[in-house]
């Protein structure tokens, strides 16, 4: 099966700047979910969606990070505007509704630099 | 305050020894644990879950322990080889939410 498709690969952007990241997670997953990566650290939940339903964005900065699940498939996170501190990684990773142990399946990111 | 924590130092072992790998946790009850691998520049890869009835899972090469009275998981690697050189990042599954808590891992280097 294919994997979690993430774009773009890497991005520099100055801050204040606005950037966006789009996920395709492996089809017939139910849950989607934006996890924020800062060097040295594990990943860091920002939004889980169960389908194109938001179940948990306690952790998203939501003056400036925003999501969407297009039914229920394709997601995008935006950061408008950029600081110094959201250069990091991030992850979109994807997981089976069928049993809530099963395992996350991950892209492999997008490292994102703010200047 | 919910902590995980994973030894923030790096493992360093001769290939062929046990590496063992901790995983503690505080202010949490985890219903299961789930151990990942990271290389760098790619997205963690699940090894091995844990329920938490469960004491021990093994597969392959690979053993995670689960105690939930010491509130700690411990993760072997036997007979190690140098393609196990990774970062090891523990998860912890809080409830029936599919919500994945990640600690922040452990780099493993294992020298030939």
């Known amino acids: 099966e294919a994997g979690v498709a993430q774009s773009p690969r890497y991005k520099i952007i100055e801050k204040r700047q606005s950037v966006a990241f789009w996920c395709n997670p492996i089809?017939?997953?139910?849950?989607l979910y934006w996890y924020q990566q800062i060097l040295g650290q594990g990943p860091k939940l920002l939004i889980q969606?169960?389908?194109?339903?938001?179940?948990?964005d306690s952790q998203l900065p939501k003056d400036r990070f925003s999501a969407e699940r297009l039914k229920g498939v394709d997601s995008t996170l935006k950061i408008q505007p950029a600081k110094l501190e959201d250069s990091a990684v991030y992850l979109c990773a994807s997981r089976q509704g069928s049993s809530y142990n099963s395992p996350l399946h991950f892209g492999n990111g997008t490292r994102l630099t703010v200047t | 305050s919910q902590k995980i924590e994973q030894n923030s130092e790096a493992l360093n072992i001769q290939e062929g020894k046990t590496a063992t790998l901790t995983c503690n946790y505080t202010n949490y009850s985890p219903a299961y644990l789930q151990w990942y691998r990271q290389d760098p520049g790619r997205g963690p890869v699940f090894l091995l879950l844990?329920?938490?009835?469960?004491k021990e899972k093994r597969k392959e090469r690979l053993k995670v322990t689960f105690d939930t009275t010491l509130k700690q998981s411990l993760f072997h690697i036997t007979a190690s080889q140098p393609a196990d050189s990774a970062t090891y990042l523990c998860?912890?599954?809080?409830?029936?939410?599919?919500?994945?808590?990640f600690g922040s891992g452990t780099r493993l280097l294992v020298r030939p």
């Open positions: 998860a912890l599954g809080v409830d029936s939410s599919y919500k994945l808590i």
């Open positions: 844990i329920r938490e009835n469960e």
């Open positions: 969606f169960q389908n194109n339903g938001v179940v948990d």
């Open positions: 089809s017939g997953h139910a849950t």
